[in-house]
């Protein structure tokens, strides 16, 4: 291979359900941006899943961690099967990943994308950043006294200042590049510990990074992004209540299908994880109806974060431009559909 093709290796982690007809749409698309921007991408196969712990009771063993380590990004599908209880894959394979990758942003970008008959504002367009290994994810809590009338389950929110900081610090660099403005989101009049922590290190680093801070508790954030989602640009909130704001602004911005993710470690000490924000879908899994837009909106951010910025762009292009035009009926049109867009991207250039 000649020196000046530039080469990075990814793990496809295409995962449960509709996971793997979507990832490998998004595959080729970014094989087929590589042709036309001299870089090459050394997919590692990484066949982890539900069908995988069925088989051999395995969700994520070290070594095949060790080996993610060593790769400079993940693309990942979706976890989660009917035939295996709740929590196995989602706590010891996607989160275990976000946990130990340090992958503490969690950035899922919700825009108003042309053609798309969406319930949201024409104006909506703003980021979350969802901090991505703390709070009430973070798995502290248990059960004492199962089985009896007075069984109890508590779930705690961890917040550490180090960990509400750098994930703020990320929002507020990013609302800098973007209008200066930040907008914490969080619910402080009633979590007064961690509000206040929350509160206090977004006003710091608001400061810090010279961005105008507003605050907004969730509920009435709820109601802003459907009434008036244009106060809104960049929004930095905690693990939970980002999970739940995400899923409202697919809604908005024409469902899951569409909407992106990016599990960030922004320090890069090792790969950053790309994921369409959809789930496994098993009831549509193998009937070809499944849309890879949400992953190929990934693979655009996966691409960026590997310093390939204009074919990045490029990407999501080709996907506003076949939504312009009404968009695909099967997985297989869609693919059609993006990679004819992208070898017409290449023309004009
Ligand atoms: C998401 C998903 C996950 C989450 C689940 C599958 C654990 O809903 O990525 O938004 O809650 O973070
Ligand atoms: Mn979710």
Same mark, same amino acid.
């Given at each position: ?5 530039? =080469? ?8 449960d359900g509709i996971g793997p007809e979507v +990832? ?20 590692? #196969? ?24 060593? +790769?400079?990004?993940?693309? @990942?599908g979706a976890?989660?099967s ?6 196995? /894959? ?34 909506? !367009? ?45 929002? &507020? $660099? ?6 200066? $403005?930040?907008? %914490?989101?969080? $619910?402080?009049?009633?979590? +007064? ?14 400061? !810090? ?13 709820? @109601? ?31 469902? %899951?299908?569409?909407?992106? =993710? ?9 790969? =950053?994880?790309?994921?369409?924000? #959809?789930g496994s879908a098993p009831d549509i899994a193998g009937t070809g109806k499944a849309?890879? &837009?949400?992953?190929?909106?990934? &693979?655009?951010?996966?691409?960026? #974060? %590997? ?15 076949? /939504?312009? #035009?009404?968009?695909?009926? +099967? ?7 993006? &990679?004819?867009? /992208? ?7």
């Amino acid at each position: 291979m000649p020196d000046n093709v530039r =080469s990075y290796a990814v793990a496809h982690l295409a995962g449960d359900g509709i996971g793997p007809e979507v +990832t490998a749409v998004a595959r080729d698309l970014v094989d087929l941006a590589g042709k036309q921007h001299g870089f090459t991408i050394d997919w590692r #196969h990484c066949p982890l899943g539900s069908e995988h712990y069925l088989r051999t009771g395995e969700v994520l063993p070290d070594e095949v961690l060790d080996g993610l380590r060593k +790769t400079d990004a993940i693309l @990942l599908g979706a976890v989660g099967s009917p035939q295996v209880p709740p929590g196995v /894959l989602e706590r010891g394979l996607l989160l275990r990943l976000r946990f130990e990758l340090d992958l503490y942003v969690n950035l899922r970008p919700a825009k108003q994308r042309p053609g798309v008959d969406a319930a949201g504002a024409d104006d909506l !367009d703003f980021v979350v950043v969802r901090e991505n290994t703390e709070g009430l994810y973070a798995g502290a809590g248990g059960i004492v006294h199962r089985g009896t009338a007075f069984e109890t389950a508590t779930e705690e929110s961890l917040n550490t200042r180090a960990g509400v900081e750098r994930c703020v610090r990320y929002a &507020a $660099k990013l609302a800098a590049k973007r209008s200066g $403005k930040l907008t %914490l989101v969080h $619910k402080t009049n009633v979590l +007064t510990n961690a509000g206040s922590l929350w509160m206090r290190v977004a006003e710091e680093v608001a400061a !810090d990074q010279g961005v105008s801070l507003d605050y907004t508790h969730v509920d009435a954030a709820c @109601l802003y992004m459907v009434s008036e989602s244009g106060r809104f640009d960049v929004i930095v909130t905690d693990n939970l209540f980002g999970d739940i704001l995400t899923d409202l602004a697919a809604a908005l911005t024409g469902g %899951l299908g569409l909407s992106a =993710s990016a599990n960030l470690n922004p320090d890069k000490t090792g790969p =950053s994880m790309f994921e369409p924000v #959809h789930g496994s879908a098993p009831d549509i899994a193998g009937t070809g109806k499944a849309n890879p &837009a949400g992953a190929a909106l990934s &693979a655009a951010l996966m691409l960026d #974060h %590997l310093g390939e910025p204009e074919a990045a762009a490029e990407l999501e292009g080709a996907v506003d431009a076949v /939504l312009a #035009h009404g968009g695909a009926a +099967t997985t297989e049109a869609w693919a059609d559909a993006l &990679a004819e867009q /992208l070898a017409r991207t290449e023309v004009t250039r």
